[in-house]
């Protein structure tokens, strides 16, 4: 069965502090893995995609790698304007016709000052 | 400016009523979700639109109908069959069934 785990599940920074989130996932055929921020009582916002073992992706702060097994977001030097919930997605080949997306339980971010 | 307009943000449902919450999307977007996210749990597709009168079940449908008749527009109706309705509804599309998918704001659902 197709699977993804995020971990930690919570994540307590001060501002400054880098760190980084990890997405592992049990999939048959990654056909991408998306990287989503959402605020709370808000829809996920998107961030990065990444389709092959050793692509990366950043924006600002952020930065998104990828393993055959799993993926990271690193956070440097967080602002406390970078806390939220992350959300890690995957899509399959077996999946990509539909555009399902298989979703982590998300990693909740707060950067104290 | 582009974007996913979901209608109402709350929206409170008596037992046995039916709901109908609004997607409308200007992205030109073929492909329309609907998702459901509830506390502790990852997002669960509900239902799907590859194309403008055409959709199909994702995982959790049980309690949930939808229409594709214009491709802007994908609402959903939470029906009195569905028997846990209080959850958050993200409305999602993307231009292409295998590209980015990018969310709208959500509705918040509640039965009292």
């Known amino acids: 069965e197709d699977q993804v785990t995020q971990s930690p599940e919570a994540l307590r920074l001060q501002e400054g502090e880098s760190s980084s989130l990890n997405c592992s996932y049990t999939?048959?055929?990654?056909?991408?893995l998306f990287w989503y921020r959402q605020d709370p009582g808000k829809g996920p916002e998107f961030l990065f995609t990444?389709?092959?073992a050793g692509e990366e992706k950043e924006k600002e702060r952020l930065k998104a790698t990828l393993t055959k097994k799993e993926s990271f977001l690193h956070i440097t030097a967080p602002k406390p304007e970078d806390s939220a919930t992350y959300l890690c997605a995957v899509s399959t080949y077996g999946s990509s016709n539909t555009g399902k997306l298989i979703f982590g339980q998300g990693t909740t971010l707060q950067v104290k000052p | 400016d582009g974007g996913i307009t979901q209608s109402p943000k709350y929206l409170f449902r008596k037992e046995g009523q039916n709901v109908t919450l609004s997607c409308e999307q200007n992205l030109n977007h073929d492909a329309m979700y609907w998702y459901r996210q509830d506390p502790g749990q990852g997002l669960r597709l509900i239902y799907y639109?590859?194309?403008?009168?055409?959709?199909q079940k994702g995982d959790i449908a049980e309690g949930y109908s939808v229409s594709r008749e214009k491709k802007e527009s994908f609402p959903l109706t939470v029906t009195s069959a569905q028997k846990n309705p209080t959850a958050f509804y993200l409305c999602?599309?993307?231009?292409?069934?295998?590209?980015?998918?990018?969310f709208g704001e959500g509705s918040w659902l509640t039965v009292v």
């Open positions: 999939v048959s055929g990654l056909r991408g």
């Open positions: 639109s590859q194309i403008v009168n055409d959709f």
């Open positions: 990444l389709y092959s």
């Open positions: 999602a599309s993307s231009k292409a069934p295998w590209d980015t998918i990018y």
